[in-house]
């Protein structure tokens, strides 16, 4: 597993957009699949979208057509561009080189995840 760490969240208002990066400051990330997640207080974490090895994007339902994931290989960095965010969208947003598809037991092995970049959406 190639350590990563997440920044880019914020304030913003709903309909705005973010963009999240996960970026590795050793190894390349060109390889190696790459998944966010997200966690809002007093709720369960949820798979938001994945990028695999041969680059096959998967995204949640709750996300389909409003955010975008991609991988600069040059930079060592994956993107979630988020857009249309709602205030359901607000949660703690955590990235590792796990499995794409994303599965339940990677998303809650604790050890696998960063500290996360917090994403607000309000008004």
């Known amino acids: 597993q190639v350590q990563v760490v997440e920044s880019g969240g914020g304030l913003v208002q709903p309909g705005g957009s973010l963009r999240l990066s996960c970026a590795s400051s050793?190894?390349?990330?060109?390889?190696?699949?790459v998944a966010w997640i997200r966690q809002a207080p007093g709720k369960e974490r949820e798979g938001v979208s994945c990028?695999?090895?041969?680059?096959?994007?998967y995204y949640a339902d709750s996300v389909k057509g409003r955010f975008t994931i991609s991988r600069d290989s040059a930079k060592n960095t994956v993107y979630l561009e988020m857009n249309s965010l709602k205030p359901e969208d607000t949660a703690s947003y955590y990235c590792?080189?796990?499995?794409?598809?994303?599965?339940?037991?990677?998303?809650?092995?604790?050890?696998?995840w960063g500290q996360g970049t917090q994403v607000t959406v309000s008004s």
């Open positions: 050793g190894s390349t990330l060109e390889h190696y699949a």
């Open positions: 590792a080189t796990v499995d794409c598809p994303l599965h339940e037991a990677s998303i809650y092995d604790y050890s696998k």
């Open positions: 990028i695999s090895s041969t680059d096959g994007r």
